[in-house]
């Protein structure tokens, strides 16, 4: 059990640009969300899978936001034309149905 | 929807003191509840659970029980220690919806 691995840790992009970020969760896990934390806050939910079908998605999240699951292994989550009210941290987190999550480190993004 | 409120911080203790972290939440239906620690420099990490009322979550010395009626999670410990110096986020998930809901988190100082 290597854990929830995610990549890159930091991604610093110019607005308007389009970033992915990509998660890898335990793989006997067979659900997955994406959430985003800001400092003094806490994880905001944007979006989960389970096994592959994405079955919810945060009312919060924009049009410019999109999550994928392909083969219900690793997801990915893109960001299109980068605001500077992205810049968060995207943290990645999988489980079993009924237990906690376990969390991956987090991918920081900065967008100047 | 769902929330949960967490006493406000920053909690600061000296070794060996009692600590209490007052959690309570807004829920329809009888979620789980959680707490999480984020030590400096790392990731979530589930701390304790508790799936139904009365339930006692434990690990590493902290407590919390499931109050119903009180809609209420408190964390205690009877003795910290300047290593779990951390922030702690409360958390419930709705097994239905999948998603968990976290609090801001409670910043811990432990002095020696």
């Known amino acids: 059990d290597t854990g929830v691995s995610q990549d890159p840790r930091h991604k610093i992009t110019k607005r308007g640009q389009n970033v992915t970020f990509r998660c890898d969760p335990i793989?006997?896990?067979?659900?997955l969300y994406w959430y985003r934390q800001t400092l003094g806050q806490g994880p905001e939910f944007l979006t989960y899978?389970?096994?592959?079908?994405?079955?919810?998605k945060s009312r919060l999240l924009s049009d410019r936001f999109s999550a994928e699951r392909p083969k219900g292994s690793f997801s990915t989550l893109e960001i299109q034309r980068t605001e500077q009210g992205d810049s968060a941290m995207y943290l990645c987190?999988?489980?079993?149905?009924?237990?906690?999550?376990?969390f991956g480190s987090g991918t920081r993004l900065t967008v100047v | 929807g769902n929330s949960v409120t967490q006493m406000e911080g920053p909690v600061t203790l000296s070794e060996e003191a009692f600590l209490t972290i007052n959690c309570t939440y807004t829920?329809?239906?009888?979620?789980?509840l959680f707490w999480y620690v984020q030590y400096p420099g790392e990731g979530l990490q589930l701390l304790l659970k508790?799936?139904?009322?009365?339930d006692k979550g434990s690990n590493k010395g902290f407590e919390a029980t499931y109050r119903k009626e009180t809609t209420s999670f408190h964390l205690e410990k009877g003795s910290v220690q300047v290593s779990d110096s951390a922030v702690y986020f409360c958390?419930?998930?709705?097994?239905?919806?999948?998603?968990?809901?976290f609090g801001d988190g409670t910043t811990l100082t432990v002095k020696p």
């Open positions: 793989s006997e896990h067979n659900r």
């Open positions: 508790a799936t139904k009322a009365d």
């Open positions: 829920a329809t239906g009888y979620p789980s």
């Open positions: 987190a999988s489980n079993r149905e009924g237990a906690g999550y376990t």
């Open positions: 958390a419930l998930s709705d097994l239905q919806a999948g998603k968990s809901t």
């Open positions: 899978f389970q096994n592959e079908a994405q079955l919810e």
